[in-house]
């Protein structure tokens, strides 16, 4: 990645000089409108979403570049004002080196799991979950283990909330009401009726009767919910005071349930 990045920086600086170096108000030549084309067009289809997935880049900065890329491309089939590619140009290359080349060269040395756990996490589609996860991928790669797992449960429980809310509030806290009332089976001690009616107010059931209300909707069973309830006991070992040690493994092993069992899973689409 660095080394593309390096070459398309060169590429552009060339290109710029090119440009600037035109006598005539508009860009009259085809190689150079094709060298833009050609630039543009490599960020869409190969640069830019190999920078979605590094854990230091945040997904706004790719998005403002996309933006100028955009419009050099309608510049291209346009006016091809001289001006205005040396304009945009240079808001490319303003800060190039220090947004996208900068952070990769300086980023410390993944380890094994974590580059396993920027894998795994690779191309979710959420937006507000990304900014979760790539958090969470760069907490990880500094070591900070436990604050990894607090924003990836934040992910989530964001994900499980907007499920709820596209299944119906009506059902959940019909279907709590009804396990309230139970006296035998599974969900006899449960005893934490809801009455949310709106996502900030579903924000304050406790997300460990969330667990159990989705069981009880049946969008989870049995072993999904136990599995869930572990990764919420390590995220919350993780957000508190204790002793007890987050490893790799422990972060591979939570990570790889609730992307399995949440992100990934249709039933969670939201």
Same mark, same amino acid.
């Given at each position: 990645?660095?080394? !593309?990045? !390096?070459?398309?920086?060169?590429?552009?600086?060339?290109?710029? &000089?090119?440009?600037?170096?035109?006598?005539?108000? &508009?860009?009259?030549?085809?190689?150079?409108?094709?060298?833009?084309?050609?630039?543009?067009?490599?960020? *869409?289809?190969? $640069?830019?979403?190999?920078? /979605?997935?590094?854990?230091?880049? #945040?997904?706004?900065?790719?998005?403002?570049?996309?933006?100028?890329? @955009? $419009?050099?491309?309608? =510049?291209?089939?346009?006016?091809? =004002?001289?001006?205005?590619?040396?304009?945009?140009?240079?808001?490319?290359?303003? &800060?190039?080196?220090?947004?996208?080349? =900068?952070?990769?060269?300086?980023?410390?040395?993944?380890?094994?799991?974590?580059?396993?756990? %920027?894998?795994?996490? @690779?191309?979710?589609?959420?937006?507000?979950?990304?900014?979760?996860? !790539?958090?969470?991928? /760069?907490?990880?790669?500094?070591?900070?283990?436990? @604050?990894?797992?607090?924003?990836?449960?934040? @992910?989530?429980?964001?994900?499980?909330?907007? /499920?709820?809310?596209?299944?119906?509030? %009506?059902?959940? +806290?019909?279907?709590?009401?009804?396990?309230?009332?139970?006296?035998?089976?599974?969900?006899?001690?449960?005893?934490?009726?809801?009455? /949310?009616?709106?996502?900030?107010?579903?924000?304050?059931?406790?997300?460990? +009767?969330?667990?159990?209300?989705?069981?009880?909707?049946?969008?989870?069973?049995?072993?999904?919910?136990?599995?869930?309830?572990?990764?919420?006991?390590?995220?919350?070992?993780?957000?508190?005071?204790?002793? #007890?040690?987050?490893?790799?493994?422990?972060?591979?092993? *939570?990570?790889?349930?609730?992307?399995?069992?949440?992100?990934?899973?249709?039933?969670?689409?939201?």
């Amino acid at each position: 990645m660095l080394d !593309q990045l !390096q070459e398309l920086l060169g590429e552009l600086r060339q290109l710029k &000089r090119d440009v600037s170096r035109e006598p005539g108000p &508009r860009i009259a030549k085809s190689g150079l409108r094709k060298r833009a084309e050609a630039s543009a067009t490599h960020w *869409f289809s190969t $640069i830019s979403p190999e920078l /979605a997935k590094h854990p230091l880049i #945040a997904a706004e900065t790719i998005e403002r570049y996309s933006s100028s890329y @955009a $419009i050099l491309l309608k =510049l291209i089939r346009s006016n091809n =004002l001289r001006s205005r590619y040396l304009e945009v140009l240079a808001s490319i290359l303003k &800060r190039f080196h220090d947004d996208l080349i =900068l952070p990769i060269q300086t980023e410390p040395k993944l380890t094994r799991g974590v580059s396993e756990l %920027a894998r795994m996490l @690779a191309g979710l589609p959420n937006a507000e979950e990304d900014t979760y996860l !790539q958090e969470a991928i /760069a907490c990880a790669g500094h070591g900070y283990l436990r @604050a990894a797992a607090v924003l990836g449960w934040c @992910a989530a429980i964001d994900r499980i909330h907007r /499920a709820i809310e596209k299944v119906g509030f %009506a059902k959940f +806290n019909s279907t709590s009401q009804q396990m309230a009332a139970a006296t035998t089976g599974r969900f006899k001690r449960f005893n934490s009726p809801t009455n /949310a009616n709106t996502l900030s107010e579903l924000r304050e059931v406790f997300d460990s +009767n969330i667990l159990w209300i989705l069981e009880g909707m049946q969008l989870i069973d049995g072993n999904q919910h136990t599995r869930l309830r572990s990764c919420f006991e390590l995220r919350c070992q993780s957000g508190h005071p204790g002793d #007890a040690p987050v490893s790799e493994y422990n972060l591979l092993s *939570f990570f790889s349930d609730i992307n399995l069992i949440i992100l990934r899973n249709p039933t969670f689409v939201s």
